[in-house]
């Protein structure tokens, strides 16, 4: 029995998993999937984002996860918020565990699985396709990319003031942002962003991971704009936290060192700390 439905797709997998995976006995691949696999297996509040009553099914294959909802705009704001708790919940790591992805709202079937011993289900569709493709293409680092369609409902929603565009102008949802932005707390943003200079800094041994954690210090930076704009207080105090004005300097030379893909950083942590 094949169902068809017209729903929210939240396509996600581990940054940087391919690579880790692609190593002798993928040690470190094997290490970041139990982690992921224990926290969402648990009760703990970081597991409920994913067990709201918006997913109405989920599922699992190697490092990726797929979410199915109804309504987009309630998918993104979970969404959202799984990203930045898996962050948070990361920043102290010197590898952490990110996940990057994708939403789409679209045609789903859900079928019978191909291997009924192993799996319940299948998932097939347009929906499906888009979300995996776009979370493929683009700009690097943790994002959590949405389609056009997704966009357009949030542009009319409450959930704006997270609707942003990469460089290469796909949008994207600035998940270190609390979805009502009026909530969001610089102490905890603090901690996220000072995770991703940390990284940025620390990331000069491997091209792949200083395009990935660049991205991410890019991402941090014009969340922090943005926040600027609706809570300056709290802007600043993420700020304070992340010690971006006394490691700017740092971050300059690896940003120039990067050439063109550090300048649109720069250009933007420049704005940030006038």
Known sequence: MVNWMKATLFYADILGFSALAARPRARRALEQLSDVAHLLSTDDSLARYLQRPVWRA???????IFLLGADPIEACASAAEFFFN????????SAPVLMRGAITFGEVRRTRAIFPETARANLVGEAVVRAVQLERSGAKGPRLLISAEVARAMEKSKLNSLLDTTRDGAAE???LLSPDVSLTDGLLIGDVVAAAVRLALGAAHSREAVEHYIAYLDLCVRSLLRLKRYLPEAAEVALRKAALKKLRHRLDRVLDDLGDN?????QALERLLE
């Open 58 to 64: 989920r599922y699992g294959l190697s490092d990726s």
């Open 86 to 93: 898996l962050a948070f919940y990361n920043a102290t790591q």
């Open 173 to 175: 949802l600035l998940w």
């Open 262 to 266: 550090g300048r649109a950083t720069r």
